[in-house]
């Protein structure tokens, strides 16, 4: 499922840097490629709202008091905005997705870990360096046949495919196996599903501090220096101040302070029981507040929609009928995670931007109208036809006779469906994590990322799930007991 | 029980018949099932119409109150006239709005028992007698309830008010569908082969209400195989065979010495089916 929704990912990414250019190419026709270089000054937001991703660490992650956000790339950006006098706002967003919300104005700076490119540097604002590390070739315990960076030709190597380390591996004839964070490539690495990873020599020092006992050794580090910039939109104007920052720091020593923190001392891990008791009640709590109110919001107003388009699609009006019958078929046709996509990220290119919650309510709600509108249909043609005869016979009049008379039995019908689609949903809510709502799934991720705790952490987010639908269900049993009290058993 | 006395405000030389039908005409597709019927309805009284299967009675009938749409002739009941020629459905059986409002006021005019009954599956026999005049009516839900109790009185079901339709025989359901029919005060009730889906041993029962209706002076127009039911209680009788009425006129005479060789034939082959 993962691997699927990866896929999919990519090809979105893929259909959105087609777009990307295209209109980066338009704002920026009136003044040639000198933009990025000299270009005009302008003063950041007072509030400034940062992309990150929040499962990498050291660099961002979730620990620390209040398991708040926290890390060396957090706390540089924090230290700029002080020096700058502006506020920091982080919005969390998965790596693979960086550049397509930045594109989007889900956020002004990215603060992650981004390697300075040509590529990167032709199409986005990239800042001076505020840290240089080299990359380093991790394999498991005991490989052999890999010790430079030329063995990896024709091997599999786990990586971000959008990060500068997947551009190393390939270029020394790795395949790429696609992941979402480290943490997954080094888990696909440590059960064999890969051979290799190229990433950070402080990331993957920071886990093996953490983790001594991890199957994997790092056995050569990458020719080239990366250097980790922050990224904003072409011509934004913001570098001057932010290269200024980053100066400043570097010059009074903040920099150097930040960096003995995340990467002198060591640390101290807790035990799984304990990472356990710390999140139960924060991935509840993202259950209650983030994934029910979802699910509940979206069925809701998707019943809504699917009545009316289940009546339009058995209308004998052509016209009506054909919408209906179109958008079942786009519904139906398209993936839930695209649906998601297009509403979040390819939505505000035309000028319409919402919110995570709320883009993920449209995109439900939608999906579950187009679902259930053939529920609806189906269940209504499903009853004889004598009852809307016997309706008209009374004088009821086509709403009336809907609303007294077919719904109710339809219902009957529609709700072992209906809850299928009900149930489907509860899980469906957690691909609102790719658009940056921290429901129950992306808060087990989160927790995940810097403890390296998948099987207690997934799991627990598993259980959650259950017993969500473990409810459902019983309330659906409750409602066929009601409905059926008037049919013989 | 007033409703059967007319209410007509029509033209002065129709105002003895309740129901009058002139050169009607329907066919599904190629196949043409009613030719060209014409006949009329004095109030209070009881219409039979018999005829082999296929023959188009039940179409005659569901022609009274537009639940099928016929393709010419002329309709009135009451003050209410529908003129069919103006009214044509399209390919997909759509109608304009002004025209399905014509229907809708010439279906007022009747109730309609149905051969399978058609109560409504998830309403109690009591709420399925008050839906109509409550939700279409306007009447008040308390002088409903009296009403439709009085109704399910009169049919013998006094003790199965509450209940579903599946608690009930089939019979009992027929005789809620006559009751559902009776409640909103119809001027004419339509019977479509009322006991024809029923056991032997249950069909008395509804006929001995319908029998009670005739004698308390409702005009019904009722499609049946039940002989000594039509000879018994019925004023006319239609006899319908290849879209046309091939004879018609008092029971004594169309069953009892019926003039024509194919009404003959039907009603040999009624009495003496093996």
């Known amino acids: 499922m993962k691997r699927a929704a990866h896929a999919l990912f990519v090809l979105i990414l893929g259909l959105l840097c087609v777009a990307v250019p295209a209109t980066g190419a338009a704002a920026a026709s009136g003044s040639p490629a000198s933009a990025a270089t000299t270009g005009r000054t302008a003063d950041l937001p007072p509030t400034l709202k940062v992309g990150t991703e929040g499962v990498y660490p050291p660099f961002s992650y979730h620990g620390g008091p209040g398991n708040g956000l926290t890390g060396y790339d957090i706390d540089v950006m924090n230290a700029i905005g002080k020096h700058l006098g502006v506020k920091v706002e982080y919005v969390e967003t998965p790596f693979d997705s960086m550049f397509a919300a930045l594109e989007a104005g889900r956020f002004d700076v990215v603060a992650n870990q981004i390697t300075f490119n040509e590529e990167r540097n032709a199409r986005y604002d990239l800042s001076d360096p505020y840290v240089e590390t080299t990359g380093v070739l991790v394999v498991r315990k005991g490989e052999k046949n890999i010790t430079k960076l030329a063995d990896l030709k024709g091997k599999r190597a786990a990586e971000n495919i959008t990060s500068n380390w997947a551009e190393v591996a390939k270029g020394a004839g790795a395949t790429i196996v696609g992941v979402d964070d480290m943490s997954l490539a080094i888990d696909n690495l440590e059960q064999g599903r890969v051979d290799a990873l190229v990433n950070d020599k402080l990331a993957i020092r920071n886990y093996l501090r953490t983790k001594p006992d991890a199957g994997i050794k790092v056995v050569a580090e990458t020719n080239d220096v990366s250097k980790s910039v922050l990224a904003a939109k072409k011509g934004s104007g913001y570098l001057p101040q932010l290269n200024k920052a980053i100066a400043d720091l570097r010059a009074d020593g903040t920099l150097d302070k930040i960096y003995a923190k995340y990467f002198g001392a060591a640390v101290t891990t807790p035990s799984t029981w304990q990472i356990m008791r710390d999140n139960a009640w924060p991935m509840a709590r993202a259950a209650l507040t983030k994934t029910i109110p979802l699910t509940v919001i979206s069925f809701a107003v998707g019943m809504v929609i699917a009545l009316a388009i289940g009546l339009m699609r058995m209308s004998s009006h052509p016209v009506v009928a054909g919408i209906a019958r179109l958008y079942i078929s786009f519904i139906r046709g398209t993936p839930l995670l695209v649906q998601l996509f297009l509403i979040f990220y390819a939505l505000p290119q035309l000028g319409v931007k919402i919110n995570p919650f709320l883009a993920a309510v449209i995109a439900f709600s939608l999906n579950v109208g187009g679902y259930a509108a053939e529920i609806v249909r189906s269940s209504v043609e499903s009853l004889p036809r004598g009852q809307w005869e016997a309706a008209s016979t009374v004088g009821m009049g086509y709403a009336a006779t809907l609303r007294r008379v077919i719904l109710p039995q339809a219902a009957r019908t529609a709700v072992p469906p209906l809850s299928n689609t009900l149930i489907s949903l509860v899980k469906d809510t957690s691909l609102a994590a790719t658009i940056l709502v921290v429901e129950l799934f992306r808060r087990a991720q989160i927790a995940a990322a810097p403890s390296f705790e998948f099987l207690a952490l997934y799991g627990m987010a598993a259980l959650y799930y259950w017993v969500i639908c473990l409810v459902l269900s019983f309330a659906q049993s409750r409602t066929e007991t009601r409905l059926n009290r008037f049919v013989a058993a | ?274």
């Open chain 2, 1 to 274: 029980m007033s409703t059967q006395t007319d209410t007509t405000g029509g033209t002065p030389a129709a105002a003895d018949h309740l129901v009058e039908v002139q050169h009607l005409a329907k066919s599904f597709g190629d196949h043409e099932v009613i030719t060209d019927i014409s006949f009329t309805v004095d109030p209070g009284t009881v219409t039979c119409v018999i005829g082999p299967s296929g023959s188009g009675k039940t179409t005659l009938l569901r022609s009274l109150n537009a639940l099928e749409v016929p393709d010419r002739g002329v309709v009135r009941i009451g003050g209410t006239t529908v003129d069919f020629a103006g009214i044509n459905p399209g390919p997909r059986g759509r109608l304009p709005k002004p025209q399905r409002a014509e229907l809708m006021a010439l279906r007022r005019h009747s109730g309609m028992v149905f051969q399978a009954h058609h109560l409504f599956p998830h309403k109690t026999a009591l709420e399925n007698v008050i839906e109509g005049p409550v939700v279409v009516q306007g009447e008040s839900p308390a002088d409903a309830t009296a009403r439709a109790r009085e109704l399910l009185d009169k049919v013998g079901l006094a003790e199965h008010v509450d209940k579903y339709p599946f608690q009930l025989s089939g019979g009992q359901q027929q005789r809620v569908g006559i009751a559902r029919a009776l409640a909103i005060r119809p001027d004419l009730v339509l019977f479509d082969e009322p006991t024809s889906a029923l056991d032997p041993e249950l069909v008395g029962d509804v006929l001995g209400v319908m029998k009670t209706l005739a004698s308390e002076g409702w005009t019904m127009v009722v499609v049946t195989h039940e002989l000594r039911f039509a000879q018994q209680v019925a004023d006319q009788v239609l006899f319908i065979d290849g879209g046309v009425i091939v004879e018609q006129g008092p029971p004594q005479d169309v069953i009892a010495n019926p003039q024509h060789p194919r009404t003959r034939t039907f009603l040999t082959r009624l009495l003496e089916p093996i």
